[in-house]
Nanobody, 122 residues
Framework: VQLQASGGGSVQAGGSLRLTCAAS????????MGWFRQEPGNGRELVAA????????YHADSVKGRFTISRDNAKDTVYLQMNSLKPEDTAVYYC????????????????WGRGTLVTVSS
């Protein structure tokens, strides 16, 4: 499985970005795909995730109402629409996938893409 993340960049507070994670290598019928982020010196935290089989979604409290995870079945692609961005959203964002049972447990994600940097200035 290969995951290719893109869409990061620099924006001012209040702006928007859309991250894209294109997956290849297998079908994702039983998988969860998620977006994590990591600030320098901190651990990697789950931002949002989607279960491929039933479209169940999870969003961290810190991003609820601002970020939305979605998927495109035909393209095996997951998106993270980020609106009303804040300086505290600045981080490297990673997409991940796996046959996850507990959607919030980072160690259950088997596959990781390279990160994409999001910088939000005040």
């Amino acid at each position: 499985v290969q995951l290719q993340a893109s869409g990061g960049g620099s924006v001012q507070a209040g702006g928007s970005l859309r991250l894209t994670c294109a997956a290849s290598g297998r079908r994702f019928g039983a998988y969860v795909m998620g977006w994590f982020r990591q600030e320098p010196g901190n651990g990697r935290e789950l931002v949002a995730a989607i279960r491929w089989s039933n479209d169940y979604t999870y969003h961290a409290d810190s991003v609820k109402g601002r970020f939305t995870i979605s998927r495109d079945n035909a393209k095996d692609t997951v998106y993270l629409q980020m609106n009303s961005l804040k300086p505290e959203d600045t981080a490297v964002y990673y997409c991940a996938a796996g046959s996850v049972k507990n959607i919030r447990v980072r160690s259950e994600y088997d596959y990781w893409g390279r990160g994409t940097l999001v910088t939000v200035s005040s």
